[in-house]
């Protein structure tokens, strides 16, 4: 079965600094990823998404991930936070026709 | 781009009544999902349906029922209100093929007292 495990349930930044936020995935065939925001009481927005081709994805907002099978990682980035950047993350791979969902990373941005 | 509309943003029920959920979607998507979100829980699937008239049960079906009677329009029954189902319900929706992502809506904050 394949599963996702987001590293650090909390991540707090500072406002301009490098956003880093950790999802390790397993599967038994070639992955599709997927990383959404939410922001509080709402739903879930989608970010970015990596099926096949170039391993470094761009997203929304200024966010990106590098999909990495050695290390069956797929981590998002961002070289400066923003104040609105503060919500929860969720990292996601599809299996048959579900998502199965990392469960979930809360990042902080301190002025 | 994608619509994904939940009937109600915030539901107050008591416990015991019959309450319906109602999610509708605008991109002829084949695939609908239920989830419930809770606190240290995460996203847990309750039911799908990969077509009109067809349902699966996600992880958590007990307590719930759906109904797919159209292609855009996908609903949640909770037969028999219970406090414990009390939580945020988010309706998603996508297309058949493995590659697409799913489209979520706003969400419906459900309070059963």
């Known amino acids: 079965a394949q599963s996702v495990t987001q590293l650090g349930s909390h991540v707090s930044v500072s406002e301009g600094a490098l956003v880093l936020l950790r999802c390790n995935y397993s599967?038994?065939?070639?992955?599709?990823l997927f990383w959404y925001v939410q922001y509080p009481n709402q739903g879930l927005q989608l970010l970015l998404k990596?099926?096949?081709?170039?391993?470094l994805v761009k997203g929304i907002n200024g966010f990106e991930a590098e999909f990495k099978k050695s290390e069956t990682s797929f981590h998002l980035t961002k070289p400066s936070a923003h104040m609105s950047d503060a919500a929860e993350y969720f990292c996601a791979v599809k299996d048959t026709g579900k998502l199965i969902f990392g469960q979930g990373t809360t990042l902080q941005v301190k002025p | 781009d994608v619509k994904v509309t939940q009937s109600s943003r915030y539901l107050v029920k008591r416990t015991g009544e019959k309450v319906f959920l109602e999610c509708v979607q605008d991109m002829d998507h084949e695939n609908m999902f239920w989830y419930r979100q809770d606190p240290g829980l995460g996203l847990r699937l309750i039911y799908f349906s990969y077509d009109v008239k067809m349902k699966e049960k996600g992880d958590i079906p007990e307590g719930y029922s759906v109904s797919r009677e159209k292609k855009e329009r996908f609903s949640l029954i909770l037969e028999s209100a219970s406090t414990n189902q009390t939580s945020m319900y988010l309706c998603?929706?996508?297309?058949?093929?493995?590659?697409?992502?799913?489209?979520f809506g706003d969400g419906t904050r459900l309070s059963i007292l």
């Open positions: 990596y099926t096949t081709g170039a391993t």
């Open positions: 599967s038994s065939v070639p992955p599709y």
């Open positions: 998603a929706s996508s297309l058949h093929e493995r590659n697409q992502p799913q489209h």
